[in-house]
């Protein structure tokens, strides 16, 4: 499985940048699908989650109720809608993959890196004050 990882950009703060994340493979439509984020000097974090069929979504307490994650089966995509940005949103962002779908059971278990096996390279998102 391969991941790759695009849309992101320089915004101010207030505004929105919508990232996208393409995925390889046949069995797209099982994997619980995630995005995190990796700000400088900091550790990466869980930003927000979907499972196979997108009926269930999980998200980090600093982006609940800005950022909306979504999927599209049929393209192998999933989708980070982030509005209302913060310059504290700035970090690299990465998508990453589940083929297991065990991440979708819980909150805990979708936010832990742990749980998924396949990365993307990652996309800047950098939000100017």
């Known amino acids: 499985v391969q991941l790759q990882a695009f849309g992101g950009g320089l915004v101010q703060a207030g505004g929105s940048l919508r990232l996208s994340c393409t995925a390889s493979?046949?069995?797209?439509?099982?994997?619980?699908m995630a995005w995190f984020r990796q700000a400088p000097g900091k550790e990466r974090a869980f930003v927000a989650h979907?499972?196979?069929?997108?009926?269930?979504?999980y998200y980090a307490d600093s982006v609940k109720g800005r950022f909306t994650i979504s999927r599209d089966n049929a393209k192998n995509t999933v989708a980070l809608q982030m509005n209302s940005l913060k310059p504290e949103d700035t970090a690299v962002y990465y998508c990453?993959?589940?083929?297991?779908?065990?991440?979708?059971?819980?909150?805990?278990?979708?936010?832990?890196?742990?749980?998924?096996?396949?990365w993307g390279q990652g996309t800047l998102v950098t939000v100017s004050s």
């Open positions: 979907i499972s196979w069929s997108g009926g269930t979504t």
């Open positions: 493979g046949r069995s797209f439509s099982r994997y619980g």
């Open positions: 990453a993959a589940d083929p297991t779908g065990y991440s979708s059971g819980s909150y805990f278990l979708g936010r832990s890196p742990s749980r998924y096996d396949y």
